[in-house]
């Protein structure tokens, strides 16, 4: 069974710049959340999709951060416009409630904000 | 708000000793709680989880213990090796939320 898949793997922008993530969960996992984790501290929830809905996204910096999933499969996320604070690995991870409580983490897109 | 705190932060052990995590957490909702080990440039990968009905559970050389009444749960590591070094984070849930609340993370470094 493949992984959760992310893309890409680094990206280094200048302050001010648009980036966008994107992330195939595993297949058949209608759970989809967004991560983010800056260095030495763990990952904190930035929002949950179930399917293409939203369930949570109450830490989502919604002045410049979005997220969709269109589909209920692929999930894109973007920061515009990007600030220094941005700079972390954006982690994307799937679950399915029928299949275990297990969420698989991909290996994330390591952001740097110049 | 929902918090976790896991204690320590670094933990060094010679190769065969046993190593022990610690975490807290603050909501008596949580009934949920995974363990994750995160290798450098890796995503982080469950390794034992427990669930609120249940106080230990093993898995070979990794067990979990949880004490509802404290909110405390704590990680076991025995006879350590090399390869268990890595970043250990413990996390909470409420099951039907799904949403996983991360404690800090602890640097294990098992020296050969």
């Known amino acids: 069974e493949a992984g959760v898949a992310q893309s890409p793997r680094y990206k280094i922008i200048e302050k001010r710049q648009s980036v966008a993530f994107w992330c195939n969960p595993i297949?058949?996992?209608?759970?989809l959340y967004w991560y983010q984790q800056i260095l030495g501290q763990g990952p904190k929830l930035l929002i949950q999709?179930?399917?293409?809905?939203?369930?949570?996204d109450s830490q989502l910096p919604k002045d410049r951060f979005s997220a969709e999933r269109l589909k209920g499969v692929d999930s894109t996320l973007k920061i515009q416009p990007a600030k220094l604070e941005d700079s972390a690995v954006y982690l994307c991870?799937?679950?399915?409630?029928?299949?275990?409580?297990?969420?698989?983490f991909g290996q994330g897109t390591r952001l740097t904000v110049v | 708000g929902e918090n976790v705190e896991q204690h320590p932060s670094t933990l060094s052990v010679q190769e065969g000793d046993s190593a022990v995590i610690k975490c807290t957490y603050s909501?008596?909702?949580?009934?949920?709680f995974p363990w994750y080990k995160q290798e450098l440039g890796k995503g982080p990968q469950l390794i034992i989880d427990i669930r609120s009905n249940v106080g230990e559970k093993k898995d070979q050389r990794i067990a979990v213990t949880l004490n509802k009444t404290a909110k405390h749960f704590s990680l076991h590591i025995t006879e350590t090796q090399p390869e268990d070094s890595a970043v250990y984070f413990c996390?909470?849930?409420?099951?039907?939320?799904?949403?996983?609340?991360f404690g800090q993370g602890t640097e294990l470094s098992v020296k050969p």
């Open positions: 999709f179930q399917n293409n809905g939203v369930v949570d």
């Open positions: 991870a799937s679950s399915s409630p029928t299949r275990g409580l297990e969420a698989f």
């Open positions: 996390a909470a849930s409420k099951i039907q939320g799904g949403k996983l609340i």
């Open positions: 909501d008596s909702a949580s009934n949920y």
């Open positions: 297949s058949g996992h209608a759970t």
